[in-house]
T-cell receptor, first 114, second 110 residues
Framework: NAGVTQTPKFQVLKTGQSMTLQCAQD?????MSWYRQDPGMGLRLIHY???????DQGEVPNGYNVSRSTTEDFPLRLLSAAPSQTSVYFC?????????????FGPGTRLTVL | KQEVTQIPAALSVPEGENLVLNCSFT??????LQWFRQDPGKGLTSLLL?????REQTSGRLNASLDKSSGRSTLYIAASQPGDSATYLC?????????FGKGTRLSVIA
């Protein structure tokens, strides 16, 4: 199993540009989520999904869109990038929400918005 | 709203020392607590998961404890090595996805 994969690893955007961060998992996990990590702020939840067709907002959803058309994929869209979205983005998945369900993380995408 | 605090923010110890990292959380209604390791510029590696019904979990030189009623967890690292140098993150799972602390940056000096 490849686990949780993210592409690209690095990206530089100009203010106002749009892009999609890709996330895929091959573990048949129902639960997927996106976090951003900023110095001094820790990891904060952007959006999450409990299954195909179901998404919900996290702590910092503004400026980001998500959709979940398949179990495997959970892309994160930046519609109009802003310098405040410069961050490292992590995707995570787990098989459910029970107490024994461990979260697995992808390697991250480092995004810079100029 | 769940809040997770990790103390200390940074810790430097000589090689071979046993050490304890602390994590506290404000809402005791959790499903589980996970400890992660993060190396600079890298992703998160899961170290231990403690279910809400458990008191501790062990993996090699690592032992994590959970006191749900007091909202506390500790990560004990025995006989520390320079390769243990990393940031250690604590995260709790309740009705929403994981809520993270800001981490403890550990340096083990040879």
């Amino acid at each position: 199993n490849a686990g949780v994969t993210q592409t690209p690893k690095f990206q530089v955007l100009k203010t106002g540009q749009s892009m999609t961060l890709q996330c895929a998992q091959d573990m048949n996990h129902e639960y997927m989520s996106w976090y951003r990590q900023d110095p001094g702020m820790g990891l904060r939840l952007i959006h999450y999904s409990v299954g195909a067709g179901i998404t919900d907002q996290g702590e910092v959803p503004n400026g980001y869109n998500v959709s979940r058309s398949t179990t495997e994929d959970f892309p994160l869209r930046l519609l109009s990038a802003a310098p405040s979205q410069t961050s490292v983005y992590f995707c995570a998945s787990s098989s459910g929400q029970s107490s024994y369900n461990e979260q697995f993380f992808g390697p991250g995408t480092r995004l810079t918005v100029l | 709203k769940q809040e997770v605090t990790q103390i200390p923010a940074a810790l430097s110890v000589p090689e071979g020392e046993n050490l304890v990292l602390n994590c506290s959380f404000t809402d005791s209604a959790i499903y589980n607590l996970q400890w992660f390791r993060q190396d600079p510029g890298k992703g998160l590696t899961s170290l231990l998961l403690i279910q809400s019904s458990q008191r501790e979990q062990t993996s090699g030189r690592l032992n994590a404890s959970l006191d749900k009623s007091s909202g506390r967890s500790t990560l004990y690292i025995a006989a520390s090595q320079p390769g243990d140098s990393a940031t250690y993150l604590c995260a709790v799972k309740g009705n929403t996805p994981l809520v993270f602390g800001k981490g403890t940056r550990l340096s083990v000096i040879a």
